[in-house]
């Protein structure tokens, strides 16, 4: 049986599982009086996280050898290739769930994350620089591997690696603002997604979170990225509206396109509270990790007979 269901886009569940954990670990100050006991509730994301990712890179594997022409297709189409970043980049984000437990194995896999995701993010350009990508075949998950540095710095910097977080931060908040006006170029002047691949419009919520909270983090001068914060608001509000009957869209890996970007603003909002400790954006924050809570364990369930019948399938 060919693995056509493990599709490149799957490891989206990884970076949504892990970045929730990691995400309501920074939030658990902000709510004492609702994580009493934050441990069961973040560390399970970042377990099931971490159980992701393994589970994911194993059936990966498999698809190797008996779907090549599927795994070439993941890294050569414009329409998956962009979802190939989320393999590196959700390596991070479990590094960074697992530090606390063992660091040694977290930095390793830190930048193993990092490293891979550099090597895809220059192919990937290669290839964009090559041409012959029609402006239907772009979608927001381009910005998974070509923006996908800035996600790294969060975990980064609590292993001890601000300064090499700077480098992929970088490149990649300069390229987000290459590719953010492509992307809303392709919204106005190109067919409207099919609707399975709705979902990934949710990841243009990830830059102006992620430039913001990490960016911040790691040039603290910089108080005006906090703009980008209200950006990312206005964003969010805008998704609402767009996906206000999201349930009537088809079950698809794009799904997985609601997490992280739920994580990634909910984790700016968090920052934002503890620096702006006013009830409103107190409640803003709430507000913000209940949405990613709920939607990643809607996500995780819509999802698990999918998974329970490809392991029947003995894969």
């Not at 658990?28 to 992701?52: M, S």
């Not at 090499?164 to 953010?180: E, H, I, M, N, R």
């Not at 996500?299 to 329970?308: D, G, H």
């Amino acid at each position: 049986m060919a693995l056509k269901p493990v599709h490149i886009g799957n490891y989206g569940a990884v970076m949504g599982l892990a970045g929730l954990g990691l995400t309501a670990r920074a939030a658990a100050p902000l709510f004492p009086g609702v994580f009493r006991a934050p441990a069961y509730f973040t560390e399970l994301w970042v377990a099931l996280g971490a159980i992701a990712l393994i589970v994911m890179v194993a059936l990966y594997l498999l698809k190797l050898g008996k779907d090549w022409k599927g795994v070439k297709a993941d890294f050569t189409d414009p329409a998956l290739l962009g979802f190939s970043g989320a393999f590196p980049v959700g390596m991070t984000l479990v590094a960074g769930g697992i530090g606390p437990y063992a660091p040694a194995l977290a930095r390793d896999l830190w930048w193993l994350g990092c490293v891979t995701l550099t090597a895809f993010q220059v192919c990937g350009i290669a290839r964009w620089l090559a041409g012959g990508i029609a402006l239907e075949k772009l979608n927001a998950g381009w910005l998974i591997l070509i923006v996908g540095g800035i996600v790294v710095p969060g975990p980064g910097v609590s292993l001890g690696f601000a300064e090499a977080s700077k480098f992929f931060f970088g490149f990649s908040a300069c390229a987000a603002t290459v590719l953010l006006p492509l992307l809303l170029a392709r919204a106005a002047l190109a067919a409207p997604l099919p609707e399975p691949l709705r979902p990934t419009w949710f990841i243009l919520l990830v830059p102006p979170s992620l430039i913001y909270a990490n960016g911040l983090a790691l040039f603290p001068e910089m108080a005006f990225l906090e703009n980008l914060y209200f950006c990312a608001l206005v964003i969010g509000l805008s998704m609402i509206v767009f996906a206000r009957r999201f349930w009537r869209w088809p079950l698809s890996p794009a799904w997985w396109a609601f997490t992280f970007p739920l994580d990634a603003l909910a984790y700016a909002a968090v920052r934002y509270a503890q620096q702006h400790p006013a009830a409103l954006w107190k409640a803003v924050a709430g507000v913000a990790l209940l949405s990613a809570t709920f939607f990643v364990a809607l996500v995780l369930a819509r999802n698990l007979p999918a998974a329970r019948h490809l392991f029947s399938k003995r894969l």
